[in-house]
């Protein structure tokens, strides 16, 4: 049985390497050997990361991730600024902080997964899956490289071993955000963002004086949040609890349901 990945097995169509090899004595300043052989090919193969996973403990980490979830939504109830917005600000800064958010909550609470690759559908699912094909839009799938970038930032967060006070400045400077797209009340976002940035300072100086960059660190290490999308959060952590339905719709009720 052939078990090369498909990038390989691509390498079948390709010329003659030993006439890739003839060309490139012709040009060692533009083609080396190596670039034209099989192995170059191997190193550009990227199915590794493409490929779609799972959680494992499913089950457990999910309602973690829950937990985390409602964690979540009751800080930002709480915060008096953020209940002063008119309600469609509020749904605008939902929309985009909480998967930021999300993510310094399971850094916070310290939640570990593994995952595995995501089981293949039997017939029986592929058929309802093309019977539903018109009615269901297909969702993206957490894949090996995304979940990467995802433990990456946790481990970042980790090794700074932010303080309680740390984590919730820097919520705050995640929540208020005046770059997310026509808010009404930008101006106040803005100027939330600095006094909650300005209050991370003044901890950091106070539990850390003899670190002059920690500051400029943490900063560093949240840039990251907003390069993992939302949909690979909602598709691992909570697509296996809700099924079909819309997770923003249920993060809006969550929000505004007093």
Request: net charge neutral; charged share 20%.
């Amino acid at each position: 049985m052939d078990i090369r990945c498909s990038c390989l097995a691509d390498s079948d169509r390709l010329p003659n390497p030993i006439l890739f090899n003839i060309l490139s004595q012709m040009d060692n300043n533009k083609i080396s050997q190596n670039s034209l052989g099989y192995s170059s090919i191997r190193h550009r193969c990227n199915c590794e990361q493409r490929r779609t996973v799972c959680l494992k403990r499913s089950s457990e980490i999910c309602k973690e991730a829950s937990a985390v979830l409602v964690k979540t939504i009751q800080f930002m109830k709480n915060l008096p600024a953020f209940n002063q917005m008119p309600p469609n600000d509020q749904f605008s800064l939902l929309k985009s902080c909480w998967a930021p958010l999300f993510i310094l909550g399971l850094a916070q609470e310290h939640v570990e997964f593994e995952v595995m690759d995501t089981p293949a559908d039997s017939m029986l699912k592929k058929i309802l899956l093309n019977c539903q094909e018109s009615s269901v839009k297909e969702r993206e799938q957490p894949t090996m490289a995304g979940v990467s970038k995802l433990t990456s930032c946790l481990k970042k967060f980790w090794s700074l071993d932010l303080s309680p006070k740390e984590y919730a400045y820097l919520k705050g400077t995640t929540i208020f955000n005046p770059d997310v797209p026509n808010l009404k009340a930008a101006l106040f976002v803005e100027s939330l963002q600095q006094e909650a940035q300005h209050a991370l300072s003044e901890v950091v100086q106070l539990l850390h004086p003899g670190d002059q960059e920690r500051f400029a660190r943490i900063l560093l290490t949240a840039s990251v949040l907003q390069s993992i999308t939302p949909s690979l959060i909602s598709e691992l952590f909570f697509r296996p609890v809700i099924g079909q339905a819309d997770f923003l719709e249920l993060l809006v009720d969550m929000l505004f349901c007093r």
